[in-house]
C-alpha cells in the first residue's frame, strides 16, 4: 500500500496554525502521522482536536501522542518508528507570563530531547526544524535583503526591539535553531531547516492563528497592528506545509532555508485589498501614512526555489483563503 512505502513521521505541536496544516498534507501524501499534543486524553479534550481526527485518512494513519516541551522526554514514544520528524511545536508567550529565560530554555532543551530521541530511535533519516524569519531579520547590518547566511542578533534585539511583544520570540528561536542545527551537525543527525515568512491562508484549527490576526488588520480594522505592515513577507499555509515535505524528501536538501513567496508594503497591501474586496472598508493609503513600527527586511528564498521548489499561491490566494476560513469559523 501507498502509505506504507510512505513511511511512519512525527509532527511536533500538531494543534498549531501550522503543524495541523501539514498534518493533512503529509496523510494526503500518504503518510503514516504521529503527532504530539499538549492536552490530555479526556473526552472532551478529544472533541476539542476533532479538526486533526476529522481528516481525511487520520481514522487509519493518525496516532495523538501527549507531550510537552518541559518534558522532553515525553516526545521519545511519538518518535518512536518514525522515519522522519517534522519539528514545529515552539512554546508562545506574548503575554510574558514566564521569564525569557524560562522559555528559551524550554525550546531549547525540549528541542534537543526530541534530537535525541531521533537519534536513539535509529530509524529518523532527517528531521525538518521549523524556525522563523525572526532568525534572519533582526540585525544591526545595513541590508535591504537577508539570506539564510544573515543570523538574527541576540544583543540587539535585547537592546533595540525589547519594547516589541515578539522579541523574546525571536531571542528564543533564533538560540533555538542554532542549538538545533549544532546538535545535528554534532551528532551526524540529519536536520534541515526551514525559516518561513509570515504565514497566511487557510487554517484547521478553531481559533484565529496569531499570524493571521495582523495580516486581516485592514479587513478587520485592528489599527493596533497596522505597524505590522509596514513591510512585510507572506507564504501560504500550504506552500508551507509542501515545502517541509519537499525539504524532507529532497536528499540534496541541506542546513536553513528561508521560505517567502510575496513581499508587501501597507500602502501596496491596501491598495490591492480594497480594489479585490470593495465589501470591507479597508483604509485609504493616505490615512496610513502616520503608521509607524516595525519596518522588516526583504529576504530571500533563492535557495529553496534553486532546490526545484515552486510557491503555487500568491497574496490574492492567501487573502481568499483567510477570508473564508474567517467566515466558516465565525471571526468575520
Not at 144 to 158: A, F, K, M, T
Not at 184 to 190: A, F, H, I, P, T
Amino acid at each position: 500500500m501507498e502509505e506504507e512505502e510512505k513511511g511512519r513521521v512525527c509532527v511536533t505541536g500538531g494543534t498549531g496554525f501550522v503543524g495541523s496544516w501539514l498534518i493533512k498534507r503529509l496523510l494526503e501524501d500518504g503518510y503514516i502521522v504521529n503527532t504530539t499534543i499538549r492536552s490530555s486524553s479526556t473526552p472532551a479534550d478529544r472533541k476539542h482536536i476533532s479538526y486533526l481526527t476529522d481528516l481525511p485518512g487520520a481514522t487509519e494513519r493518525l496516532q495523538i501522542f501527549n507531550a510537552d516541551l518541559s518534558k522532553p522526554e515525553s516526545f521519545a514514544p511519538a518518535v518512536e518508528g518514525c522515519i522522519g520528524v517534522f519539528h514545529v511545536a515552539h512554546p508562545i508567550d506574548f503575554e510574558g507570563r514566564e521569564t525569557e529565560e524560562a522559555q528559551i530554555k524550554k525550546s531549547v532543551d525540549g528541542t534537543i530531547g526530541i534530537l535525541q530521541a531521533c537519534l536513539n530511535s535509529k530509524t529518523v533519516r532527517r528531521v525538518v526544524y521549523t524556525s522563523s524569519a525572526a532568525t534572519v531579520i533582526h540585525t544591526d547590518k545595513d541590508l535591504d535583503v537577508v539570506d539564510e547566511n544573515i543570523w538574527s542578533d541576540v544583543d540587539y534585539i535585547r537592546k533595540n526591539l525589547s519594547h516589541f511583544r515578539f522579541a523574546t520570540y525571536s531571542i528564543t528561536k533564533v538560540l533555538t535553531e542554532k542549538a538545533a542545527l549544532d546538535f545535528g551537525e554534532k551528532s551526524g543527525l540529519d536536520l534541515v531547516s526551514i525559516i518561513p515568512t509570515w504565514v497566511h491562508g487557510p487554517f484547521l484549527c478553531p481559533f484565529l492563528p496569531g499570524s493571521v490576526l495582523p495580516s486581516m488588520s485592514l479587513i478587520f480594522g485592528n489599527q493596533e497592528h497596522y505597524s505590522s505592515l509596514l513591510r512585510i513577507c507572506f507564504v501560504h499555509t500550504d506552500d508551507l506545509a509542501r515545502a517541509h515535505i519537499f525539504l524532507f524528501e529532497n536528499p540534496e536538501a541541506k542546513g536553513r532555508y528561508i521560505c517567502s513567496a510575496v513581499e508587501m508594503t501597507i500602502d501596496k497591501l491596501a491598495e490591492c485589498l480594497s480594489a479585490k474586496y470593495p465589501e470591507y472598508p479597508i483604509p485609504t493609503v493616505d490615512s496610513l501614512k502616520g503608521i509607524t513600527g516595525f519596518r522588516s527586511v526583504g529576504v530571500s528564498s533563492k535557495k529553496l526555489l534553486d532546490l526545484g521548489f515552486n510557491y503555487n499561491y500568491g497574496i490574492e490566494e492567501m487573502f481568499d483563503d483567510a477570508i473564508k476560513c474567517c467566515k466558516e469559523k465565525g471571526f468575520l
